[in-house]
């Protein structure tokens, strides 16, 4: 697939089928996972992958829309780790959660390029997470993603790129200055 089509085809997954997700696949966006860039390459993250259906079903509780987490044959948790990045964004926030997000995004891509569906989860009680999968302090979940095929017959959702909501270009981009 063609990285522009692979960015178009992206929608939230919120129904999986029950089909296992091929040790193959499940490696390749895995891969593209951990070769996401971070701050001085210090890639402050660590991924549990869950497969275990009382595990996923206890990260699901944790999740105020947790179905998709209970019912996806895959669940990846992607976490931060905060001794791996000293690194601040503009002296006012750690450069942590966005290095994660970074690896999170190339993931998600990377199931689309593989057939996969997915969605990106954040609406989590972080506490009873660490709970589920025994997390020590100063490791943080930043994002709790269900991934496997969809069970809509491909129809993951609206990513919104057809007119239906998402700001155009101009509204997004300036050059030279900020306008708004």
């Known amino acids: 697939m063609e990285f522009q ?16 997700v091929p040790d193959d696949k499940l490696r390749s ?3 593209a996972a951990r070769l996401a860039p971070s701050q001085g390459n210090l890639q402050p993250w660590r991924f549990v992958v ?19 987490v209970a019912e996806a044959p895959v669940v990846v948790v992607a976490f931060s780790v905060e001794e791996d990045i000293p690194v601040t964004v503009g002296g006012y926030i750690s450069a942590y959660p966005l290095d994660v997000a970074v690896a999170v995004h190339q993931l998600r891509l990377a199931a689309i390029a593989e057939g996969l569906c997915t969605s990106w989860i954040v609406d989590f009680h972080e506490e009873k997470v660490r709970e589920a999968l025994g997390v020590p302090e100063g490791i943080h979940p930043i994002a709790v993603i269900p ?11 609206s990513n919104g790129s057809n ?11 300036a050059y030279n200055e900020y306008p708004w």
């Open 163 to 173: 007119g239906d909501g998402r700001k155009s270009i101009n509204e997004i981009i």
């Open 29 to 31: 966006v895995l891969a």
């Open 5 to 20: 089509e692979t960015i178009r085809s992206y929608r939230p997954c919120t129904q999986y089928q029950t089909r296992p």
């Open 147 to 157: 991934l496997g095929y969809s069970a809509a017959d491909g129809q993951h959702g």
């Open 50 to 68: 869950v497969m275990d259906d009382d595990r996923k079903r206890r990260l699901a509780q944790a999740c105020p829309r947790g179905k998709p």
